[in-house]
C-alpha cells in the first residue's frame, strides 16, 4: 500500500496559465475527492468520485475549474485561466465505499499552487 | 447542514501535562465524528473515529475523544502530551450520502518543554 500520491508537489505558474494537478488513489479505494486549503483554513470540499463518476460538486468549483476520473483509477483536478485568489494546496483523498460507508479518508500530501 | 466547529484558534500546553482540543458539531441524524492532524506541509493524518458505540473512542499516538451527544461535542484527549504532538488538528464530520467530510477551521497545538 503506497497511499495517496499526488503530482506536482509544488507548482508555480503565472495568471492566465492552466495548470493540472494529478492524484492517484489507494488502489482498491472507489472513491476519490478533491479539497483544496489556504493557510490558516480547515480544507474545503470541491468535489468527488465514485469510480469513474463525478457525483457531486461544490460551489467552490468554479467554471474555470475541471476534475475527472476517466478509468475510475487516477484524477487529474484542472484549473484554466488561474488567478490569484487559486493559490492553495489542493488535497486529494481516496476511501473505500461499501453498502454503509463509515470509512474514514486517506489523505495524500497535497499539490500547492502559487500563481504570481 | 452538518457543520462542526472548533472554538479555539491555538492551544497551548507543557509537555508532560493532558491535552484537550475541543469540538462541537451540528449535524441531522447521527452523527460521525473524525480527528485528523497536520504537519507543516503536508496532508491530512487520520487520528479516530466515532461512529457508535462506546462515548470513548481510542485512536493512533495515544489520541482518544470524547463524544457527548448532550453537549454536541468531540473533543479530542491525551493524557500526556509530548513536544512532537505540535501539530494543526481538524475535526470533521461526515456529511450526507456521499463521505465527503466537512472540516472545522483548526486549532493548532503548541507543546513546549
Known amino acids: 500500500d503506497t497511499g495517496v500520491s499526488q503530482d506536482p508537489r509544488h507548482k508555480i505558474t503565472k495568471r492566465g496559465q492552466n495548470v493540472t494537478f494529478r492524484c492517484d488513489p489507494i488502489?482498491?479505494?472507489?472513491?476519490l475527492y478533491w479539497y483544496r486549503q489556504t493557510l490558516g483554513q480547515g480544507p474545503e470540499f470541491l468535489t468527488y468520485?465514485?469510480?469513474?463518476?463525478?457525483?457531486?460538486k461544490s460551489r467552490l468549483l468554479s467554471d474555470r475549474f475541471s476534475a475527472e476520473r476517466p478509468k475510475g483509477s487516477f484524477s487529474t483536478l484542472e484549473i484554466q485561466r488561474t488567478e490569484q485568489g487559486d493559490s492553495a494546496m489542493y488535497l486529494c483523498?481516496?476511501?473505500?465505499?461499501?453498502?454503509?460507508?463509515?470509512?474514514?479518508?486517506?489523505f495524500g500530501e497535497g499539490s500547492r499552487l502559487t500563481v504570481l | 447542514a452538518q457543520s462542526v466547529a472548533q472554538p479555539e484558534d491555538q492551544v497551548n500546553v507543557a509537555e508532560g501535562n493532558p491535552l484537550t482540543v475541543k469540538c462541537t458539531y451540528s449535524?441531522?441524524?447521527?452523527?460521525?465524528l473524525f480527528w485528523y492532524v497536520q504537519y507543516p506541509n503536508r496532508g491530512l493524518q487520520f487520528l479516530l473515529k466515532?461512529?457508535?458505540?462506546?462515548?470513548l473512542v481510542k485512536g493512533s499516538y495515544g489520541f482518544e475523544a470524547e463524544f457527548n451527544k448532550s453537549q454536541t461535542s468531540f473533543h479530542l484527549k491525551k493524557p500526556s502530551a509530548l513536544v512532537s504532538d505540535s501539530a494543526l488538528y481538524f475535526c470533521?464530520?461526515?456529511?450526507?450520502?456521499?463521505?465527503?467530510?466537512?472540516f472545522g477551521q483548526g486549532t493548532e497545538l503548541s507543546v513546549k518543554p
Open positions: 483523498a481516496s476511501s473505500f465505499h461499501a453498502t454503509v460507508g463509515t470509512g474514514e479518508l486517506f
Open positions: 466515532y461512529i457508535t458505540g462506546d462515548n
Open positions: 468520485f465514485q469510480n469513474e463518476a463525478q457525483l457531486e
Open positions: 449535524v441531522s441524524g447521527n452523527p460521525y
Open positions: 488502489s482498491e479505494h472507489n472513491r
Open positions: 470533521a464530520v461526515r456529511a450526507g450520502s456521499g463521505g465527503k467530510l466537512i
